[in-house]
C-alpha cells in the first residue's frame, strides 16, 4: 500500500521529483537537492514531512505511563516542553527514536519516524495496560510542515498575529505552543532535523495545503525554497543526527549509538533491566565521525580498515556524504572501541581504494 500526503498535488506543480519512503510517495527534491541544501543553511527551507506519525497519549497516567514506555523521564517534563528519546525493548534495542511535546499536564503527542510509526503505536498500546491512559493515532490525519533556516523565525513572523510575535521570538528550541499562522490554528514546535534554527508547524490534513501556499510565498521571497528528503538528509548528517535504520536499529544499544544521555536509569522502563546491566561497561562498538580528504564520500555498508593493519576490518559506515556545506567528505560510522579514538587516522574502502579518514566527534557542523 502506498500513500501520499496531502500535498502531494502542491509538490507535483513545483516539479518535484518522488520517492518512496516507508510507503508514503514523498518529494526527493525539487530541482537541485544542492540548491535546495545550501538554501537552508543560508535563508529557508520549507518540508512537507506529512509522512511522520503522530501519537496523541491523554490521561492522569500520561506522563507516569511515558515514564514506563520510554527511555526518557517524562514526569519531569514541563508543559510546553519537548523531550528527545528512545522506545526500546526488553533486550534494550532501539524500536525508535522520537520526539515527545507535552502539550497539558495530562497530555502529550509522540512523534515517531515514518518507518516505525505503526510500530511504535502497537508499543504504545500494549504498554498502557495499567494505565489510566488513550493512546491514539493521529497520523493519517494530521500533516506536518516544517520550516528550517536561519531566515525562518523572520518569515514565520510575518505570518502569524502581532498578538503572537513575542510569542514566536520567545519560543525556545524543543518548546511548543499554540499558534495562528496565515489564520490557521497550528501546534508549532521550534524543533528540526536541519541542525538549523526552524519550525515544525502541525496541522489537520484539511488544512494543509493553505498552509503550505502560504508558508511558501514569503520563503520565496526570502530567498528560500521548497526543500525535499534528499536535502534533509545531508542536512542531518552534517549536524550529526542520526538516521533509525542506519545510525540506531533493534541491533544497537542506545550506549553505543552515543545516546546514553537520555536514558534515565533512576526509573524502571521497557528495556531498562538489560541496559542497567551494561550501562558501566565501555561497549564493543562506538558511533563516530569520519572526516575525509578530496571529492570521494564514504557511503552507507563501506568497511572501515586499520590504517596500520589495512586488511583488518574495524568498523562499518552507517552513512556519509561529500558534504555541501564544508567542501569535503563526512561519515558516521560504527567502529570497534579500541580504534575509535579521536585524532586517528582508519581507511575506508571506498570502491576498492582505501582511503584515509580522521575520526572525530560528530557533529560536523553547527549553526552560528
Known amino acids: 500500500m502506498s500513500f ?32 535546495e541544501h545550501h538554501a537552508v543553511r543560508s535563508v529557508a527551507g520549507l518540508f512537507d514531512l506529512s509522512h511522520m ?31 528527545y528519546s528512545l522506545i526500546c525493548n526488553d533486550d534494550g534495542g532501539v524500536i525508535d527514536d522520537l520526539v515527545a511535546y ?55 513572523l510575518t505570518l502569524v498575529p502581532s498578538a503572537e510575535a513575542a510569542t514566536v521570538q520567545e519560543l525556545k528550541y524543543y518548546a511548543a505552543t ?12 521550534r524543533t528540526g532535523y536541519t541542525g538549523e534554527d526552524g519550525f515544525e508547524l502541525y496541522v489537520p490534513n484539511e488544512n494543509a495545503v493553505q498552509l503550505w501556499r502560504a ?12 526543500a525535499g528528503l534528499a536535502c534533509r538528509d545531508s542536512l542531518r548528517l552534517e549536524a550529526g543526527m542520526a538516521l533509525y535504520g542506519h545510525e540506531l536499529s533493534l541491533d544497537i544499544t542506545p550506549f553505543e549509538a552515543g545516546l546514553g544521555r537520555v536514558v534515565r536509569l533512576n526509573k524502571k522502563f521497557v528495556g531498562s533491566e538489560a541496559l542497567a546491566k551494561i550501562a558501566d561497561t565501555a561497549p564493543a562498538r562506538t558511533l563516530v ?34 558534504s555541501p556545506t564544508l567542501g569535503y567528505p563526512i561519515a558516521l560510522a560504527y567502529l570497534d572501541s579500541d580504534r575509535s579514538r579521536l585524532g586517528s587516522t582508519v581507511l575506508v574502502d571506498v570502491r576498492g581504494g582505501k582511503l584515509p579518514f580522521t575520526v572525530v566527534k560528530p557533529p560536523f557542523y553547527k549553526r552560528s
Not at 589495512?310 to 561529500?322: A, D, E, N, Y
Open 4 to 35: 501520499a500526503t496531502p500535498l502531494e498535488n502542491e509538490h507535483r506543480s513545483l516539479g518535484a521529483s518522488f520517492t518512496d519512503f516507508a510507503g508514503w510517495q514523498m518529494p526527493l527534491k525539487y530541482d537541485s537537492d544542492l540548491t
Open 53 to 83: 506519525g503522530e501519537i496523541d497519549v491523554t490521561g492522569p497516567d500520561a506522563a507516569p505511563f511515558l515514564d514506563h514506555a520510554l527511555a526518557g523521564e517524562f514526569t519531569a517534563v514541563a508543559p510546553g516542553r519537548a523531550k
Open 102 to 156: 507535552r502539550l497539558g499536564a495530562d497530555q502529550f503527542l509522540v512523534v515517531a519516524n515514518a518507518s516505525n510509526a505503526g510500530t511504535v503505536f502497537a508499543e504504545l498500546t500494549e504498554r498502557a495496560a495499567g494505565f489510566d491512559v488513550a493512546v491514539t493515532d493521529r497520523s493519517q490525519t494530521t500533516a506536518l510542515i516544517a520550516l528550517q533556516g536561519p531566515a525562518a523565525e523572520s518569515i514565520l
Open 178 to 189: 499554540t499558534a495562528t499562522v496565515a489564520g490557521i490554528p497550528v501546534l508549532l514546535g
Open 215 to 226: 508558508l511558501l510565498e514569503p520563503t520565496v521571497r526570502a530567498g528560500g525554497v521548497p
Open 289 to 322: 565521525g569520519l572526516v575525509g580528504t578530496g571529492k570521494r564520500a564514504a557511503r552507507a555498508e563501506y568497511a572501515v580498515h586499520d590504517a596500520y593493519d589495512p586488511s583488518s576490518v574495524i568498523g562499518v559506515v552507517t552513512s556519509g556524504i561529500l
